[in-house]
C-alpha cells in the first residue's frame, strides 16, 4: 500500500512518500525513507518492489555521482530523468525494475521540476503527480487545491491534505510518512509526520492503540 506524490511550487518541489516496509500482510518497520538523496539537487521518490527499489535507486544515484566527479559537473534534472528512463527501458526487456518513481528536482537556470517516471520507462515533465493506492485520493485534491504560484507553506499543508486523505481512506494504509523539498539552497528533509513509532506523538499513539 505504497504511496509516493510531489509537487512543483513556485521556486521548489516537494516529494513525499509513506515509510513503511511492508510484506505480505506484515509490517517489517515504519521507518524506511523511499524519498533518495541523489546529489545536492534531486530527490528520487520511489515505489514499487523493495529489492527493485533499493537497488535501482542506488544504481541511479552511484552513476550521477559517477558523471559529475568524470565532467565536474552534475546532470541537469531533465538529463538526470532521461537517463533514470533510459535505464529502465534497457532493463525492461531484460530484467525489468519494479519501480515506480517521482523525481525532483532545482536547477539555476530553469528552476524547480518534477518528473513521473514508471515501471514501463514513462516519462512525463509534471506539476504534480503521485504513485501507489494512495494516488485514488491523493490526484483528485491535486486537482482541486494546486496552483503553480504554491508557496513552501502551501504545498506542505497540501501534502498534509493527502497524508490525512489516504489514512482515513485507504483500507490498509500507511501511517508514517516522509516529506523532502528540493530548491536553491538544496535537497532536504522537510519533516515527517508519525502516527506509529518512537517518533510519534503519544496521543497519536494513543488513538491507534484505541
Known sequence: MECVLGVVGR???VVAADTSAVQSILVHKTDEDKVMVLDSHKLM???GEPGDRVQFTEFIQKNLHL???RNTIPLSTAAAANFTRGELATA????????NIILGGYDKDVGASLYYIDYIATLHKIDKGAFGYGSYFCLSLMDKLYHPDMT????????DKCIKEIRLRLVVAPQ???IKIVDKDG??????RELVG???PVEAATTVAA
Open 198 to 200: 518512537h517518533n510519534a
Open 11 to 13: 521556486d521548489f518541489a
Open 45 to 47: 521518490g520511489a515505489s
Open 67 to 69: 558523471y559529475q566527479f
Open 176 to 178: 508514517n510518512f516522509v
Open 92 to 99: 525492461l526487456r531484460k530484467n525489468p525494475y519494479m519501480v
Open 152 to 159: 513552501v507553506e502551501e504545498a506542505v499543508d497540501l501534502v
Open 187 to 192: 535537497a532536504r528533509e522537510y519533516a515527517r
